[in-house]
């Protein structure tokens, strides 16, 4: 199964996603984290792994990928031939640490060196040529914002999870995820991040579909001090065992504080 993960910036998306694969691999399963934001260097240190060489590489770099997408993205080349697993990305291109394999697209290093196209136009390829047993699990932790939507990136996902924090940007970014949603076909579910007691009501009736939220985090300072000093997340989470129970059985009796 294939996931999203979105949300505006600083909703706390690579949190969740480094916590979700880590409960995911500690039941045993296969799980691919790809690092879909190309201005963000934290994932990979809340993984407890080193940042593996960017995947654009793999095609000749950065460069030449955009030569490829001068005629728009439309008309650029098949990238891929057959259909690829989890264990045919070259060594590489991955680092891996207990069940979990990361991969990153590309990431923006300096000044004047153009867009982030070429990351987005090589997912979009790869993402459906990805063929996943029962048992392995593709984490996308997205750039912040819904352009990725724009460039086709999320269409091979099987599903969105948004991530809304309580703010009234998040609110509002969260209501055109669900129609985006809608338009490719994609169930989206949200995880409320960052409430404490006095807010998480207010920030759940915000959310149309509020039978879809799968999940609680209120502000956790041993999760933010993690942040603060860019060091591995290694605490079990209740609310995250209980979102993943949540996507792997649809039908699980879902219960937690919402």
Request: proline share 5%; glycine share 8%; with cysteine.
């Amino acid at each position: 199964m294939k996931f999203t993960v979105c949300g505006k910036g600083g909703s706390g998306k690579s949190t969740i996603t480094a916590l979700m694969a880590k409960e995911l691999a500690k039941r045993g399963k296969k799980v691919l984290v790809i690092d879909c934001d190309e201005s963000n260097y934290g994932l990979h240190q809340q993984l407890g792994m080193e940042l593996p060489a960017t995947f654009v590489d793999y095609f000749g770099g950065k460069s030449k990928v955009l030569e490829l997408l001068s005629g728009g993205p439309q008309n650029m080349p098949m990238l891929f031939d057959k259909p690829w697993q989890i264990d045919d990305i070259p060594g590489e291109y991955v680092t891996e640490k207990n069940g979990i394999k990361l991969m990153s697209p590309g990431k923006i290093e300096t000044a004047n060196e153009a867009c982030a196209c070429p990351f987005n136009a090589i997912m979009a390829q790869f993402v459906p040529m990805l063929k996943l047993n029962s048992d392995e699990f593709v984490l996308m932790d997205m750039e912040a914002g819904i352009e990725h939507f724009g460039r086709g990136t999320d269409n091979a996902t099987d599903k969105i999870l948004m991530i809304v924090d309580p703010s009234y940007e998040s609110i509002k970014l969260s209501s055109k995820v669900t129609e985006i949603g809608k338009k490719i076909g994609k169930p989206v579910y949200y995880i409320v991040n960052k409430v404490t007691e006095r807010n998480a009501e207010k920030v759940k009736n915000t959310i149309k579909n509020r039978e879809n939220i799968c999940g609680v985090l209120y502000a956790d300072e041993d999760i933010m001090e993690s942040g603060l000093t860019g060091s591995e997340l290694t605490l079990g989470n209740k609310a995250v065992v209980d979102i993943v129970n949540f996507l792997l059985k649809p039908n699980f009796p879902f219960v937690a504080r919402i």
